[in-house]
């Protein structure tokens, strides 16, 4: 299995790595034949481009769509820029999928691979600082050293001048890999120093096809959770696989049915921010006890929820604390994002419905309910249903309390 296999319907973009992983390669063999390049200088390795230029670059930015696959393709190529398969010298490129370079890479495990993602709500500058400095080591291994940056987006304005210096003068062997929705949630003077890959939402067929083959799901759960959530592999594969998401994707779907008077719309946007919160705590269970217990023992603390901890270390726990109580905020929003994302996609089919459009509903399995709102209202209220829920996530974006956001769109959905 070559490392491009799971990245999922982007052809074009997988053509342009593949391209600089070849010309990658052949730099590293220029230069074992030859000299090292003085830090800061910009390579030029040889090229498989007829026209002479290099593929190759120290600085990418991978943007795309939620579930549109930007951080596995970001590490495909990091896989491929550490690969030693001696079959990609025959014509076959690097990244093979099964040399000890890309098996490591594509794990997790990788000595010269950096994977950064964050589960709080932001980057901030001692994280972003900590970063550069490895960034300046030399490959352990003499190829790579490559920083895979998952949630660009969520760099501070601090952080992202921080990594500003870094990606302006990079080591000469290290590669930078940000990832964002869109080129507008990267600082201007980062983005202008990438090279920009834009990653498309996969088609729904290419989705249900990997879910099969790589999850081992029945083709048809597959086909039911790639058209759930319009193309979206991640969401699809957990709807797929986890019984709790699709009972919670089945309540959403059932609110548009229940906000016929303000006692309704109140109850239902209380049970949103419920769920929410309840997804908070379970991640809290799974997570935070064994994180705690961990950094008490390695603080010498006695075995025990109770011993208690040496002077001097309180500061360390209280830290942790505070990373574990913004973890839980960012779950919950997480959580109602993705069921206000479900509720949007609800009300796009309903649309589809009054405009008699032949298109596949995502939503099919409630069509009753579809066509039931679908009659009793029009084209225009559902355009501002759609509206009030889009107009939620920004509100929840600036930190509007979330009862309170999610209140004001129940309404409006009644309303219409």
Known sequence: MAVWDDVVGQDRVTAQLAAAARDADALISAERAGREPARGEQPEPPSADPGG???????????????????????????????VSPDRALGAGPGCGFCDGCHTALIGTHADVEIVRTDLLSIGVKETRDLVRRSSLSPSGGRWQVIVLEDADRLTEGAGNVL????????????????????????????????????????????????????????DAAG????????????????????????????????????DDIGGCLKAAQELIDAAGEDAKQV??????????????????????????????????????????????????????LALVDLTGFYRDVLALQMGASVPLANDEVRDSLQRIATASTPERTLRRIEAVIACREALDRNVAPLLAVEAMTVTLRAG
């Open 53 to 83: 230029a290099s593929q190759m670059t120290h600085a990418w930015l991978f943007t795309g769509p939620p579930g549109s696959g930007r951080s596995t393709a970001a590490r495909a190529f990091a896989a491929a820029l550490q690969c």
């Open 284 to 337: 809290a269970e799974e997570v935070d006890t064994k994180e705690t217990e961990e950094l008490r023992a390695a603080l010498g603390a006695a075995a025990g929820t109770n011993g208690r901890l040496p002077r001097g270390t309180a500061g360390a726990m209280k830290e942790l604390q505070d990373k574990q109580k913004r973890r839980s905020t960012r779950t919950q929003r997480d959580s109602l994002d």
């Open 164 to 219: 500003l210096k870094a990606v302006e003068e990079p080591a000469p062997r290290t590669v930078w890999l940000l990832c964002a929705p869109s080129v507008e949630d990267v600082l201007p003077t980062i983005r202008s120093r990438c090279r920009l890959l834009s990653l498309r939402t996969p088609p729904v067929d290419a989705v249900a096809d990997v879910l099969v083959r790589r999850d081992g799901i029945e083709p």
């Open 224 to 259: 039911r959770a790639a058209r759930a959530t319009q193309g979206h592999i991640g969401r699809a594969r957990r709807l797929a696989t986890d019984e709790r998401a699709r009972a919670r994707r089945a309540a959403v779907l059932k609110l548009p049915l229940r906000v």
